[in-house]
């Protein structure tokens, strides 16, 4: 069975010159040459942390090598991961990787596949797209973005520039072979005010279009805002429209498909989803099979805009179906380990404060003061709308 820690304790060979003695090596147990090579074996999850150490050391890093797993190598002139490392604290702060690639030295991706979510009857086209990235050193977390960097130039002669989409894929990638990266985009399409003509997405038109095999460059990873807690015991309220699933796909894979030894989630994940119909329910089945098969732990609520009506007749929108269960929502945010995730329309957003205000208020709360003395200030409250 694929046990998600055997890539958080994969080894990487590092080949470094050029440390010198200073103060901080001379912390250290091991002698340090002026020049010539040093070899080090480094866990994955301390990668960020031993680069930046080499960097006060004043080394240089020549090559690193994946072990692909195996034990690390020991002689009398390569000290261990222990040796080159300070003593670890009792719980260290998650490394999180952060613009590994730049627009201005982007990595490549290559595609594997480029499949349609939009079932029959559904509006618009929204795209799975999945990127082979194992010839590179991206790395990434779930809540994080990636970006895109379209073919081509813009009307003046420029490249474009890049264009950010939120991950849909966990760390591990859809094969759990730690090789890829995946995106759920839709098709920008919309009306000229002026003009009235038809106008395409640049990014998402070139994303679309893109077949097997085709190389697309790839910068980041960005984002810190949304990002899970470590905690297995957390309340996980997630609010999506339409691709704002993205996120919230990447979270529940890793809490329920992928089997980790140090993160088996047994809190609660509620899933409030918006689209327009019941064909654009992107990742319907694979959604209500982890409904039906984790039901203490997996709640699932659709408001479908051009099928259900609210109690007075109007459309449903997310923001309905929060007012129908704001006083239960309320209830969960008194907990200290419940975080809210909203990610995909901001006008959502205006309603689901209305919906939360009158709850509040029913408790002798003031929502606003709630949100942002509490919710905010403790880091449980996650937007990324646009």
Request: aromatic share 10%; hydrophobic share 35%; proline share 5%.
């Amino acid at each position: 069975m694929y046990n998600a820690t055997n890539f958080g304790s994969r080894m990487f060979r590092y080949e470094v010159v050029g440390l010198r003695q200073n103060a901080e090596t001379d912390k250290t147990n091991h002698p340090i040459r002026n020049s010539g090579s040093q070899f080090f074996n480094v866990p994955y999850d301390r990668m960020n942390q031993f680069m930046q150490q080499i960097s006060r050391w004043g080394g240089k890093i020549v090559s690193i090598q994946s072990l692909n797993g195996a034990a690390p190598l020991a002689t009398s002139s390569e000290p261990s991961p222990k040796a080159a490392e300070p003593a670890a604290p009792a719980k260290e702060k998650m490394d999180i990787p952060v613009n590994i690639y730049r627009p201005n030295n982007p990595c490549i991706g290559k595609v594997i596949s480029n499949e349609e979510l939009v079932r029959e009857g559904g509006e618009g086209t929204v795209k799975h797209i999945i990127f082979d990235i194992s010839g590179t050193e991206l790395r990434y977390l779930e809540g994080q973005s990636i970006g895109i960097i379209p073919a081509g130039t813009d009307a003046n002669g420029k490249p474009h520039k890049l264009r950010l989409y939120s991950i849909a894929s966990t760390r591990h990638g859809d094969f759990l072979d730690d090789k890829t990266v995946s995106l759920c985009v839709r098709q920008l399409e919309y009306k000229d005010k002026e003009t009235g003509e038809t106008v395409y997405g640049v990014c998402s038109s070139y994303l679309n279009k893109l077949q097997p095999g085709d190389e697309v460059k790839i910068t980041g990873p960005v984002g810190k805002e949304m990002l899970l807690p470590d905690d297995p015991e957390a309340t996980i309220v997630m609010l999506a429209t339409g691709t704002g699933i993205a996120p919230f796909r990447a979270f529940l894979w890793r809490m329920f498909k992928e089997k980790h030894e140090d993160y088996q989630f047994k809190g609660l994940a509620w899933l409030f989803f918006g689209v327009a119909y019941t064909a654009n329910i992107l990742y319907k089945e694979q959604l209500e099979e982890l409904q039906e098969k984790y039901p203490d732990h997996f709640r699932l609520t659709y408001a479908i805009s051009r099928e259900q009506k609210n109690a007075d007749g109007s459309k449903m929108y997310i923001q309905g179906r929060i007012a129908e269960h704001a006083d239960e929502l309320w209830q969960l945010l008194q907990k200290k380990n419940t975080h809210v995730y909203m990610c995909g329309l901001k006008g959502m957003e205006p309603g689901i404060d209305e919906a939360m205000t009158a709850a509040a208020a029913k408790n002798g709360a003031d929502w606003q003061e709630f949100l942002k003395g509490t919710l905010k200030k403790e880091g449980r409250w996650h937007v990324e709308t646009y």
